[in-house]
C-alpha cells in the first residue's frame, strides 16, 4: 500500500548554497507547497534578493558552510525568523576539474572543506536540533559522482562518494537508536547550472534541469526515501554497473562517454565558473586563490556567478 504523502505546509526548510541553482530552484518548489525557507549563500546580499524573489515566508542570510559557528549562526536565524527547523538540505558545493595530477593543493582543500566539512558541520547542527523534538529530514545533496569516480574530478568525486557514506552511516545510527529523523541522499547526473558549464551530456542520460532536482527533493520529503537519483534511471545504470565486472563496466562508460564527460571541456565557457570557485572559501588567502586561475588564463577577469 502506498504510503500518503507528507504536507510540507508550514514546514521550516533551511537550504545551503541556494541563491542560485539547484538550491535555488529547490527554495521556489518548496515554497510553493507552503513551506517557510531560508536562503543561506556565501553572498549574502544575493541570499536577501533570492529570498525576495522567490516570496512567501522566505528569508535570506549569509553563510559559509566551512565555518561551523556561521552555519550555527544561520540556524539560529531562521529558527528566531520561521520557527524550529524541519528540514535542513545540505546543498552547496563546488565543483573544481583538472586531471589529478594538474590539481593544486589549495583546490582540493577547498572542495573538500565545502563540500564534505560543510555537509559534517550542516547535519551535526541539524541533528542537535532534531532530536530533541523526535523528528527532522536532512538531504544531502550528493551526485552521481559519488557513486563511481570520474576522471577530470578525482577530488571532486571523492567528496561526493564521502557525502554518499557519511548519509548512509548517520541514518543507519538513527535507525538502530529508534529516531524517526529521515536522511535522503540526492545523487543527480549533470544538471544545467554554472556548476557544469562548458561540459557536454553523457550518451544515454539527458542533462538535467535545476528543477528536475527540486521536484525529486519535494518527492522525497513528501515520501521519505533515502536514495534519491535524478533521473531515476540513473539508479538503475548505477546498479548494473556495480554488479559487473570491472571491465564491462569500464566498457560500458567508455560507450556512454563517461569517461570524458569531464575532460574534453570548453574551457572557454567555463573559466567564470571556475575563478568563483577558487574564491568560494573566505579562509584561504588571497595568494592560494590567485594560484587557481593566473593572470591572462582565459576568464581571468570574469564575474563570479553560478
Known amino acids: 500500500m502506498a504510503k500518503e504523502p507528507r504536507s510540507l505546509y508550514g514546514q521550516v526548510v533551511a537550504i545551503t548554497g541556494a541563491a ?34 522567490v516570496g512567501g515566508d522566505t528569508i535570506g542570510f549569509g553563510l559559509d558552510v566551512t565555518d561551523k559557528a556561521s552555519f550555527a549562526r544561520f540556524l539560529d536565524e531562521t529558527e528566531e525568523t520561521l520557527g524550529p527547523l524541519d528540514v535542513l538540505v545540505n546543498n552547496a558545493g563546488i565543483m573544481q576539474l583538472s586531471r589529478f595530477v594538474d590539481e593544486d593543493d589549495a583546490t582540493a582543500v577547498r572542495q573538500v572543506d565545502i563540500n564534505v566539512h560543510g555537509v559534517i558541520f ?3 547542527l541539524a541533528l542537535a536540533r532534531m532530536k ?16 563511481s569516480g570520474i576522471p577530470g574530478a578525482a577530488t571532486y568525486s571523492a567528496t561526493k562518494h564521502a557525502v554518499v557514506g557519511l548519509s548512509e552511516a548517520v541514518r543507519g545510527e538513527l535507525k538502530v537508536s529508534g529516531s524517526r529523523i529521515e536522511v535522503s541522499c540526492v ?24 528543477e528536475d532536482v527540486a521536484a525529486a527533493i519535494v518527492e522525497a520529503l513528501k515520501v521519505p526515501r533515502f536514495d534519491v537519483f535524478v533521473p531515476k534511471s540513473v539508479g538503475t545504470i548505477i546498479k548494473l554497473t556495480t554488479v559487473l565486472p570491472r571491465p564491462v563496466g569500464e566498457a560500458t562508460a567508455r560507450a556512454l562517454k563517461a569517461d570524458r564527460v569531464l575532460l574534453e571541456i570548453d574551457q572557454s565557457r567555463r ?36
Open 271 to 306: 573559466a567564470g565558473y571556475e575563478l568563483r570557485a577558487a574564491h568560494s572559501e573566505p579562509k584561504l588567502g588571497a595568494g592560494e586563490e590567485a594560484a587557481q586561475l593566473p593572470a591572462g588564463a582565459p576568464g581571468a577577469d570574469a564575474g563570479a556567478a553560478e
Open 187 to 210: 545523487m543527480p547526473v549533470l544538471v544545467n547550472t554554472e556548476l557544469t558549464s562548458g561540459l557536454k551530456a553523457t550518451r544515454g542520460l539527458k542533462t538535467q534541469q535545476p
Open 20 to 53: 542560485r541553482g539547484i538550491g535555488r530552484a529547490t527554495a521556489t518548489a518548496l515554497a510553493r507547497e507552503g513551506a517557510k525557507v531560508s536562503i543561506g549563500d556565501l553572498d549574502a546580499a544575493l541570499a536577501a534578493e533570492a529570498a525576495a524573489q
Open 132 to 147: 530533541p523534538r523526535g523528528r527532522g529530514h536532512i538531504v544531502n545533496i550528493a551526485s552521481s559522482a559519488g557513486k
Open 122 to 124: 550542516g547535519t551535526k
